[in-house]
Nanobody
Framework: QVQLVESGGGLVHPGGSQRLSCAASRNIFGITVFSIKDLGWYRQAPGNQRELVAAISLDGSTNYTDHVKGRFTISRDNAKTMVYLQMNNLKPDDTAVYYC?????????WGQGTQVTVSS
């Protein structure tokens, strides 16, 4: 089975930076997912639906929602079955639980997420 484990969240001041990591199972299933799937970072703020904020394809091309464009950078390391989200110039509106998953998302891959709180 594939497990996705997010880490790196925490409390950060407005304007600060945070780097999130997502580790996939290093078994045949996780390795297969990383070799054939586009990947993304999603977030869900209280009272809001979960939204895709950044995506990266197999060839490394990226897409971002307008809210984070120019501030967030997604990257992947297929050999390590890792995907990262570098977040700069964070704003209070970025406060949410962040998740990684395939794009489009696969229901059974949702993990616990990692909480990012941007507050002074």
């Amino acid at each position: 089975q594939v497990q996705l484990v997010e880490s790196g969240g925490g409390l950060v001041h407005p304007g600060g930076s945070q780097r999130l990591s997502c580790a996939a199972s290093r078994n045949i299933f996780g390795i297969t997912v990383f070799s054939i799937k586009d990947l993304g970072w999603y977030r869900q703020a209280p009272g809001n639906q979960r939204e895709l904020v950044a995506a990266i394809s197999l060839d490394g091309s990226t897409n971002y929602t307008d809210h984070v464009k120019g501030r967030f950078t997604i990257s992947r390391d297929n050999a390590k079955t890792m995907v990262y989200l570098q977040m700069n110039n964070l704003k209070p509106d970025d406060t949410a639980v962040y998740y990684c998953n395939t794009v489009p998302a696969t229901d059974r891959y949702w993990g616990q997420g990692t909480q990012v709180t941007v507050s002074s």
